[in-house]
Nanobody
Framework: QVQLVESGGGLVQAGGSLRLSCTAS????????MGWYRQAPGKQRELVAD???????NYADSVKDRFTISRGNGRHTVYLQMNSLKPEDTAVYYC???????????WGQGTQVTVSS
C-alpha cells in the first residue's frame, strides 16, 4: 500500500497563486509517476499534470504556461505551482501515485482549491 498526504489548497483571488504538495510513503515503486488531477462539481476528474522519475512532464492544455509540476529532492514528493489562477480552476485537486505502466494507482484524499473572481 502507498499512502499519500496532500497539502496546500485554499481560497485565492483570480490572478493569484497556490502551491500544492503531495508526499508518498509505504510500498514505494522504484519507477513511478506522480500527478495531479482535479474534479469540479458536476464534471469528471481530469488530468492537470504528471511527472515521471526522469522529470518528463505532461500538462493539460488548459494549465500550460500557468502551472508547473516538479519533484522534491527525495523523489517521492510532488509539487504543483499554480500561477495566474482562474475561477475555472476551482476544483478538488487529487494527487495520484502510479507504477510505471499505471497498473497500480493510489489517490490522495483531495484538497480544495477555490478561485474567486
Amino acid at each position: 500500500q502507498v499512502q499519500l498526504v496532500e497539502s496546500g489548497g485554499g481560497l485565492v483571488q483570480a490572478g493569484g497563486s497556490l502551491r500544492l504538495s503531495c508526499t508518498a510513503s509505504g510500498s514505494i515503486f522504484s519507477i513511478n509517476i506522480m500527478g495531479w488531477y482535479r474534479q469540479a462539481p458536476g464534471k469528471q476528474r481530469e488530468l492537470v499534470a504528471d511527472i515521471g522519475n526522469g522529470g518528463n512532464t505532461n500538462y493539460a492544455d488548459s494549465v500550460k504556461d500557468r502551472f508547473t509540476i516538479s519533484r522534491g529532492n527525495g523523489r517521492h514528493t510532488v509539487y504543483l505551482q499554480m500561477n495566474s489562477l482562474k475561477p475555472e480552476d476551482t476544483a478538488v485537486y487529487y494527487c495520484k501515485y502510479s507504477n510505471r505502466n499505471y497498473q497500480y494507482n493510489y489517490w490522495g484524499q483531495g484538497t480544495q482549491v477555490t478561485v474567486s473572481s
